[in-house]
C-alpha cells in the first residue's frame, strides 16, 4: 500500500517564483535576496508547504559547528494562516534533525514579541534559554566610556580557549553569540580552532574580563563584540578597544552588541544604539551535551 503523499519537501532553486509569490506581510524579504544561496548551501536547508500548486509556508534551518541546528527562516502566506502549516512543517524537520546522527541541539530565536512563532515554538517542545537585546552602535556614532588603556590582544589559540573556558562558570549572558541572531549554548566544540583564529580577543589590564570582536556581514559589515558581563560602561578601556580595533579595520564596520536585560538597564544612553525588540532563544539538546 502507498504512503500519502506529504505536502512538504526540499525547495530547489525552481520554487523562487513560488516563494517570491507568497503575500507574507514582510517588506523586502532577505530569504528572497539569498535563496540561491540557500538551496545550494551544504550547511543550509529550506523546505516549503504545499496546497497543489501553491507555496502556504516555508522553513529551514542552519548547521554550525558542534552539531548546532538553528531553525528558521519561517514564513507564511497570510491566505493560509491558523492552518497549522508552519507548526508541522517546523516538527517535520526537527523530526528529520532528530534522526541526524551529526546533530546534538536544535534551537530557534524569535522576537519577543513574535507572539504567533513563540507560540509554535512552545507547541515544538522547544525550552525558552535566554532573552537577548541586540544593538548595533548607530551608524557615525562613536561611544566613549570610562576611559582607560588599549586591552591587550590575545593571539594564541591555547590563551583564547583558557579565557573562553571561564564561560562554563562566569556568563552574563547564558550563551555565545557565534554570529549576529545566531546565539547557542556555549560549548567547546562550538568554537573550533578556525572560529577562534578568525576572532580578535582583547584581556583588561586586571585579566578579569575579555572581549571578543568577529566581523559579521549582515547586509553592511559589523564588528560582533562579544562580550559576557553587563559592565560595559564601568570597564576602564572598553570602549577605547572598541573604537581602537574598529578603526584599523579597513571594513570600517559598526560596533553590534548583545546585552542581558541587565546590561540594558545600564546602558547610560540609549539613543546612542540602534533599539529594536529582544530576542528569545529556545532550543534543546538531542543527544550528549558537548
Known sequence: ??????????????????VRNMQTGIQDDYVLHIFPDLIQSKTQALFGWFDKNRLVSIAGYSIFPGGYAMLGRLRSDIRFRENGHATSLLAYIIDMLIHTSSVNWIGANTNIHNYRARKVL??????????????????NTIIKGKEGEIWTKITSLTDKRKLIKQLKIENALHVYPFE?????????ALLTDEELAHSTFYLNPTNDRFMIIKNDQKREWFAHVKYFWNDHFEQAGFWNTINHHVNHDGLHPRP?????????????NIKLFDVSDGWILYGKWINVQL
Open 1 to 18: 500500500m502507498n504512503e500519502p503523499l506529504l505536502p512538504f519537501r526540499p525547495l530547489t532553486i525552481d520554487d523562487y517564483d513560488l
Open 256 to 268: 553590534w552588541f548583545d546585552f542581558s536585560k541587565e546590561g540594558v538597564a545600564n546602558i547610560p
Open 122 to 139: 512552545k507547541k515544538l517542545h522547544l525550552d525558552e534559554l535566554t532573552t537577548l537585546y541586540s544593538f548595533p552602535v548607530k551608524a
Open 180 to 188: 549576529c541572531y545566531y546565539p547557542m549554548p556555549y560549548s567547546d
